[in-house]
């Protein structure tokens, strides 16, 4: 079966991020393809950059992890852009891309879910 998740939430603010996370893997464990697709703040999970407090989660290194899984992480381009995410700052196994990706990812898909605000 094929599942897309789509999370429009910044990765910090609530758990809506560790949800599509606990959720792809559980899937990939049961044998499912999952893509994840992050679009509007949600982009932020994938930065390379962030350095959380040892205390808390480390959510970019959870998302490569995922990736390296074999989840298909996709990235909203416009929404990377003017947070200020490029090319190099985005973790690996993550790509940019956009909509239409988004829109063919939702056809194709088996089963759908949106966490969002």
């Known amino acids: 079966m094929n599942i897309t998740i789509q999370v429009n939430v910044p990765p910090y603010t609530n ?9 792809a893997d559980a899937c990939l464990k049961k044998g499912h393809k999952v893509s994840i697709f992050l679009f509007a703040d ?6 390379k950059q962030v350095k959380p407090m040892r205390i808390d989660r480390n959510i970019p290194v959870k998302i490569q ?8 992480m996709n990235i909203c381009g416009l929404c990377a852009e003017y947070r200020g995410l490029t090319q190099g700052t985005n973790v690996d ?3 940019f891309s956009g909509v239409p990706e988004m829109a ?4 194709t898909s088996d089963r759908y879910v949106s966490l969002m605000p």
């Open 15 to 23: 758990e809506d991020m560790d949800t599509a996370m606990h959720l």
């Open 42 to 47: 949600s982009v932020l999970a994938a930065n």
């Open 65 to 72: 992890e995922l990736a390296s899984k074999g989840v298909a």
């Open 93 to 95: 196994g993550s790509v």
């Open 104 to 107: 063919s990812l939702v056809f």
